[in-house]
């Protein structure tokens, strides 16, 4: 079959350079050129040509989605997170489903040292400080707190979990983790349960996929355990955390600080967090490198051409 046959539907821009290979390569369909409101008709116009759908960890494959698409053959995910894939049906259909993992993970766990850096230490807030002018007019900045040998307990220890351990090994960080088995890593130390791991860690780091298992896994009981002075970094999936909960802790000053990537309903992010001095917050930038989301583009690229020569997939989730 030709690569040009391959009907794809990107559902949103969000690589240029994906979009122009998928547009050569393929037969490309952008969702967005329809109108919201005029979607399904446009599904139905093109649903015996859709065989591929490509989203991120924004949009995906949902049950709606893929209902609508009887031709679907394969996801490939431009992301390594696929939570807003609906996975059973995916199996249940025999349609493919493939993700991004490995070339991301030095830059999203880069992004959780350097947040854990930036809030502990306030560099933003100390960058605007120089900005405003206050330097000079109120002299020196506050004091700040140390990262270097702080107990680092991580919420999932696999690939980026892991390349987080390495690099605060590399600060002195005693390091501790959580995931439902222990891991054959003698210098880490295991916690059965998330709120003993964070009884035990100055800084909590959220690094697992998101599924029903691990919706809320920083709940109220978790944030509590948290020493007072503790950080929390999200650079997992917003509903990894009962983000209520953990703005009255941060608001009421019961946590240190935060650092965070991802929120629960992106691009909204709580207004009270704004005039917090003690958080850090980036827009989902984990894996937003341009030589990251090249290799993304390249990966979801190959896997899209091994499904049409029906050659093993690169990254098969599914
Ligand atoms: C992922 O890959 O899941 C990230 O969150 C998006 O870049």
Not at 303 to 309: G, K, R, Y
Request: aromatic letters at 6%; hydrophobic letters at 45%.
């Amino acid at each position: 079959m030709a690569m040009e046959s391959l009907g794809v539907l990107l559902l949103h821009p969000m690589n240029a350079y994906l979009e122009q290979e998928l547009d050569s390569r393929f037969r490309l369909f952008r969702f967005w050129d329809s109108p919201p409101d005029g979607r399904a008709e446009f599904l139905r116009a093109n649903s015996s040509a859709i065989r591929a759908v490509v989203g991120n960890a924004g949009y995906n494959a949902d049950a709606a989605l893929i209902d609508a698409l009887p031709s679907l053959e394969i996801v490939a995910s431009f992301s390594v997170g696929i939570d807003r894939v609906d996975l059973p049906k995916c199996r249940e259909r025999g349609i493919r489903v493939t993700n991004t993992p490995d070339v991301l993970t030095d830059d999203v766990a880069d992004l959780a040292v350097g947040l854990a850096i930036a809030a502990l230490r306030k560099i933003p807030q100390a960058d605007r400080y120089v900005r405003a002018g206050l330097w000079k007019a109120k002299g020196d900045y506050t004091l700040t707190t140390r990262f270097s040998g702080k107990r680092v307990g991580i919420i999932g220890l696999g690939r980026i979990g892991l390349a987080i351990a390495t690099r605060v090994e590399a600060f002195d960080c005693p390091v501790n983790y959580y995931q439902r088995t222990k891991k054959d890593c003698p210098s880490y130390t295991y916690y059965p349960s998330v709120v003993e791991l964070a009884a035990n860690s100055d800084i909590l780091v959220v690094a697992c996929p998101l599924n029903e298992q691990t919706r809320h896994i920083v709940n109220r009981e978790v944030i509590e355990a948290l020493v007072p002075k503790g950080l929390l970094i999200n650079i997992g999936r917003g509903p990894h955390v009962d983000e209520p909960e953990l703005v009255s802790a941060l608001v009421e000053g019961r946590l240190g600080g935060a650092g965070l990537d991802v929120f629960e309903d992106e691009p909204n992010v709580p207004e009270a967090l704004f005039a917090l001095d003690n958080v850090v917050l980036v827009p989902h930038v984990g894996s937003g490198t341009h030589e990251t989301r090249q290799a993304m583009a390249d990966l979801v690229l190959g896997n899209l051409e091994a499904h049409v020569l029906k050659k093993p997939l690169l990254t098969p989730v599914v």
